[in-house]
Each structure stands twice: as C-alpha cells, then as structure tokens.
C-alpha cells in the first residue's frame, strides 16, 4: 500500500498547484488590421521576480465577417506565438516573442453562427453568403483578394523590456517599450516594417481571490501598408482592463476587454474603435498553466473578429 501510495504521488506531482500567478491572459489583438500590426498586449504592472524565466506557447483560430459599403471581409486568420520572458536583473525583465499568422480553413463559421443565435445576436449578412470563404474586397482602394487560403499574413519577431517603477503590498506599476519587426517576403500580404510600442501596466493583487490588470499603450508604425495598399496610421492606442477570479489552488476565470483604435485613416468603419470581450480559464500545474480563451466582439462587427479561440500553456523555472 504505501508503494503505491509513493508511485501515485510521483504520477500526480507535475499537476500540483504552486502559488505562481500568471497575470493577464497570453492573447494577442485579433482584430483583422490590429492583429496585422503590433499593438501593445494587456500585461502585469508586476515584473518577473530575479532570475525568473518563463516560457509560453499559443495557437489561436479567429474568424473575420465585416460588410459595409466600402469594403468586405470574410475569412479565417490562424496564429501561433512562441516566445519566453527573463528577469536577469532586478527591476528588470525582457521578452522575445515569434508570431506567425496565416490563412487556414478552421471551420468556425458554423460555430459563429450557432453561437449569435443562442445568445440572440444578428449574423450581419453572415448567413447569406457560402461558408468557409478567404475574401477581401474594397474596390474603390483597387483591393480584391480571393482564395488566399494557406497564405502568410504576418511573420513577426518581436522583443520588450519591461521596469517596475513602483512595488509596494498589493499594488505594481510596470513601463514597457518593445520592437517588432515584420516580413512577409512574398504573396498578397508581402510586407517588411519595423513598429514600435510605449506601455504602462498597473496591478492590484489583495491578499484575496480577486486580482485586477490594467494597461494604456501606444503604437508607432512608419509607412506601413496592409491589405494591398490600405495604409497604417502612424500611431495608435490600447488601453484593457483584466479581472481574475481565484477558485482554489488550481483554477482561475479571468474575464478580459481589450479596445484598440482604427488601424487606418483610408476606410471610415476601420478606423473606428474595436473592443474585444475576453473570457479565459487558467489551470495551474506545479510549474505550470494551462489557458483557455474565447474573444468576442459586440459594438462594432465591422471592425473586429467576429470570434476566436485561443489555447495556451505557459511555463515558469
């Protein structure tokens, strides 16, 4: 009996829960020109403890529906980020980050319609074209793309530091600045652009089951083009808020709305505010965590992805 006591023991061992909080969902913007570009990412205002080191990986599938008089988007983005964070110093932590993103069936547009009806949303047209399409049109800019499934939209490298300006009980304020570098050397969606960002992170973690996030940025981009000459606005901001709900040593709802601004000057509806509702689960393993993430849009449909899921597992030493 206590054999098999010890090997039950050291088969359970990897999912016993630490007291390791992981701030912020791992999700990057989803939204079609937000997603294109590099935006700031909702993030802790607590740096990573000295000589810290984690390390991350994420697959989200998205779907795209915006129909207005100027333009039409329909299809689906996929994207898979890769990256690792490290505390070398005090006060101190960094990040490098791989993101790529591409244009792959992933069948959601079943799933999004099913999902509007059951909570009472329209389909904004969804319902009255084929499914499972890769289409972007907007004739007065001379863009027409179809059948662009299995191309690259974005193949970015990505760094960020990261200070803590302020830790005392429960509150943390972190400034971050961060470089990333875009290139797509080939397809509908070529590209080669460098962009920069300016965030502020704040974090109120009581001694409680509720910790609050909250991060204002800002991002620069010069002479950016996406979507066959629709041109980037130089700048642009962020601002999200994150609530996380504590249940035991494992479990965590965190429950996430991230806003972006117009990525572009040329095309009215997409220069308007996108709002993202994030709603995540979080199991904790003993160095460990799982994530799982739905986004949803509800304001503006013309500006936004209509749905994504997101999959995660960050990894602390």
Do not use: C
């Amino acid at each position: 009996m206590r054999t098999r006591t010890i090997l039950w023991s050291l088969l359970l061992a990897p999912v016993v829960a630490q007291g390791t909080e992981y701030g912020p969902l791992m999700v990057k913007a989803q939204s079609p020109l937000q997603a294109q570009a590099y935006t700031p990412m909702l993030r802790s205002g607590q740096v990573l403890e000295t000589g810290a080191v984690e390390w991350y990986l994420t697959g989200t599938i998205a779907s795209v529906w915006a129909v207005t008089p100027d333009y039409e988007m329909d299809y689906y983005h996929n994207e898979v980020n890769f990256g690792a964070r490290f505390a070398p110093w005090e006060r101190w932590e960094f990040e490098l980050n791989y993101q790529y993103r591409f244009a792959a069936d992933n069948g959601l547009d079943t799933i999004t319609e099913k999902f509007h009806d059951f909570f009472g949303l329209g389909q904004n047209g969804r319902d009255l074209v084929p499914k499972h399409r890769f289409y972007i049109s907007a004739p007065q800019y001379g863009v027409l793309y179809e059948d662009f499934q299995g191309e690259t939209l974005s193949n970015a490298l990505s760094g960020y530091a990261g200070y803590q300006l302020y830790l005392k009980g429960p509150h943390a304020v972190s400034a971050g600045l961060g470089l990333s570098y875009n290139y797509v050397g080939s397809g509908p969606f070529e590209i080669s652009s460098f962009e920069q960002i300016a965030q502020l992170n704040y974090s109120y973690q009581p001694n409680s089951p509720h910790h609050f996030h909250f991060t204002v940025g800002t991002a620069h981009s010069d002479d950016q083009e996406v979507s066959g000459g629709l041109k980037m606005s130089d700048w642009s901001w962020m601002a999200g808020g994150s609530y996380q709900y504590r249940i035991g040593e494992r479990h965590r709802l965190l429950l996430e709305y991230h806003v972006y601004s117009g990525e572009t000057k040329d095309v009215n509806e997409l220069d308007e505010i996108s709002h993202e509702f994030l709603l995540g689960y979080r199991y904790h393993l003993k160095r460990g965590a799982i994530e799982l993430t739905m986004i949803e849009n509800v304001f503006n449909m013309d500006n936004s992805t209509d749905i994504a899921f997101a999959l995660g597992y960050r990894h602390r030493m």
